[in-house]
């Protein structure tokens, strides 16, 4: 009778080894599991915010690469692009990068438009560059950070 319920055992651990080995390897990929991942959430949902709210006030988005479009967001008129010097977007100035705010890495962000309302807002994450799987983006179309 010892030997049945050893040889039970035997044959249930390896289930439980590739079972607990799955959880965690999924959990390992999760977005939410990267260091720095909630000031990255909170950063890109502000900038998201601050495109929309700048859309609401002028009809638009603002244009220019991701420096001048923070810096209209942040008060600046450039080139009569934030008329009213409304500041839609506040956050503290990096040394390397004085006019972009920056993810806990000290990479700014890319601010990309799809069909020019929807922007997509990139953190090139801990290895800081972009293009891979640590990247952390978010989708303003599903209002929802995905994988690159």
Avoid: C
């Amino acid at each position: 009778m010892k030997k049945k319920k050893l040889s039970w055992l035997f044959a249930v651990l390896p289930l439980f080894a590739v079972t607990g080995w799955f959880v965690i390897s999924m959990r390992s990929n999760k977005t939410d599991t990267n260091p720095g991942f909630n000031v990255i959430k909170m950063q890109e949902e502000a900038i998201v915010s601050a495109l929309k709210s700048y859309s609401m006030v002028y009809g638009t988005l603002p244009p220019g690469n991701n420096e001048s479009i923070e810096r209209i967001l942040s008060g600046e008129d450039l080139n009569g692009k934030n008329p009213r010097k409304i500041q839609f977007l506040n956050f503290q100035r990096n040394a390397g990068h004085l006019n972009e705010m920056v993810d806990p890495w000290g990479m700014p962000y890319q601010i990309e438009f799809q069909q020019k309302t929807n922007p997509v807002i990139r953190s090139a994450g801990k290895d800081k560059i972009f293009g891979n799987a640590d990247d952390i983006i978010f989708y303003s179309i599903s209002n929802d950070f995905v994988k690159p």
